[in-house]
């Protein structure tokens, strides 16, 4: 059962123009969501955050935003750089849980 | 300076075979984890260890053995190794156990099971 889904496996954008990846979830117990990046051959790396108690979290050309009602969270990343072609992993944790529940990535590729 | 390190990086076994994983970090955390990332991409946590205590231990068939010797290390023991564990091992590490701390993770360890 997958309760943390990202629908798209792949988005390709040009430099400089908005990447938008979303992500889904399931488990209503979710209170915390993050977001990594990968590069091949590399761990994921922490990207962003944003608590259940806020709907949008700004770090710089990455925003995240979460719409609980719709149990649906995005990133945006302004302006797009080829830099950050990798692939996007979108995780969740629940209350009382402590380990970070992964969905299956999508990779981002942006042309020069 | 390597933050979360493991070795092998690359393990290539028979089946049946026992091998293990090691894994260190240098920040200073309390908490470690193992996930595995399976064919469909997907990353799954494993095991989690807190001061070297075990706090998570998901559904994982017992041919699989963390240990934990000190706060700095996880090493991941895996008996009689199975075609299905083939699959790329992430070790990672918080301060704190609670999941809303930074995980930093290490570069992977991809096993193949011939």
């Known amino acids: 059962d997958q309760q943390v889904k990202q629908n798209s496996p792949s988005l390709s954008v040009q430099e400089g123009r908005i990447s938008i990846l979303n992500c889904d979830y399931t488990?209503?117990?979710?209170?915390?969501f993050l977001w990594y990046k990968k590069y091949p051959a590399e761990g994921p790396t922490f990207l962003i955050s944003?608590?259940?108690?806020?709907d949008k979290n700004e770090d710089g050309r990455f925003t995240v935003f979460l719409n609980k009602s719709a149990k649906h969270l995005s990133l945006h990343i302004v302006p797009s750089q080829p830099g950050d072609s990798a692939v996007y992993f979108c995780?969740?944790?629940?209350?009382?849980?402590?380990?970070?529940?992964f969905g299956s990535g999508t990779r981002l590729q942006v042309q020069p | 300076d390597t933050a979360v390190s493991q070795t092998p990086k690359y393990l290539v076994t028979q089946m049946g075979n026992d091998k293990s994983i090691k894994c260190e970090q240098n920040?200073?955390?309390?908490?470690m984890y193992w996930y595995k990332q399976d064919s469909k991409k997907f990353l799954k946590i494993m095991f989690s260890?807190?001061?070297?205590?075990?706090?998570i231990n998901e559904t994982v068939p017992n041919r699989f053995s963390p240990k934990s010797p000190d706060k700095a290390h996880l090493n991941l023991h895996i008996n009689s190794l199975e075609l299905g564990d083939s699959a790329v091992y992430f070790c990672?590490?918080?301060?704190?156990?609670?999941?809303?701390?930074?995980?930093?993770f290490g570069p992977g360890t991809r096993l193949t099971v011939l």
């Open positions: 944003i608590s259940s108690i806020k």
């Open positions: 920040l200073g955390h309390d908490t």
């Open positions: 995780a969740a944790i629940d209350t009382g849980r402590r380990a970070l529940t």
């Open positions: 260890y807190n001061n070297k205590e075990l706090i």
């Open positions: 990672a590490s918080s301060e704190g156990g609670q999941g809303y701390n930074e995980q930093f």
């Open positions: 488990n209503s117990m979710f209170d915390y």
